[in-house]
């Protein structure tokens, strides 16, 4: 617990993104969690970190109470949330998507979050990116972000990557993490999170929202039915960053499709079966949610293996006929989050 009442930058890279990062978390922030920044090298110089408690350990008395709506509950009971506890989730965007998925992850006692996000908090960005504000203006989103979740959950160890990743650094962080959210803002980062996924056998909670149509998808290659990203998305084509900035997004849409993006996750992770092979579609002008089945794309390059279920197939196929009625949620397919 001591570990968890201070500061621990004691184990920095020396890029200088890394030391800014530094220079600016110390000003700004009163932080109660340790807090560890990386730039350059891969996770393999991170210890594992752990939290305060791990599977075999009894919560204490502080944490029963805090996490009691959650014991409550039979599906998670206990043990689930020590799951929580050990977990070590990697969250790519600290953005709209972001924002509400990263709060809930820290008020539900997730063990180890890694924030990654190159970007600095800007007016635009408090429309609807509600873990930052006034105060860290100009800030990188990382740092702002840390503070509001130090605030609301000291016990969180909180990891903090002020860059994009990418290449090996990239595939070195999610197989070091037991579940990655992809809320990010572009293509080519999504297919190379979902690559790296794919390739790690780490599961992926992806969200996506513009304008006023969001979607949500669970990927996890462990189970066979279930699709990766690319299954459902092959176009790889270059990224259109910014959609939000040209296109608009409803402020709250962000804020369902993120939290959407925490049930999701906190039911994986407390051992609750996960909504696999679905892609849910969110209408907010028509006040409107879809659910279509997604199975395995057997011919995917990233993913594919020998698909010999007839039954499957079918259900492929439907999966796809679906896919093409979805005209109205053309906008959501197409999504990227802002
Ligand atoms: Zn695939």
Redesign the pocket.
Known sequence: MQANTSLNLDKLGKSETVQELKKQLERVSKLKSPVLLTGESGAGRWPRLRPFCIMTQELNDAALLRYSRHILLPEIDIEGQQRLLSARVLVVGAGGLGAPALLYLASAGIGQLTLVDDDTVELTNLQRQIIHDMHTLGQPKVVSAAIRLAAINPEVTLRLLGERLQGERLAAEVAAHDLVLDCSDNFATRHAI?RAC?AAKVPLVSGAAVRFSGQLAV?D?RDAAS??????FPDEGEASDGPCATFGVLAPLVGVIGSLQAVEALKLLAGCRPALGQLTLYDALEGRFRQLNVP??PE?????QPFDDVAALVDQDRGRRELDLAEGFGDAAAAVQG
Request: glycine share 6%.
């Open positions: 979902n794919v990927y290659v699709p990766c990203y690319h299954c459902l395995r794309d995917c390059p990233v993913c594919g």
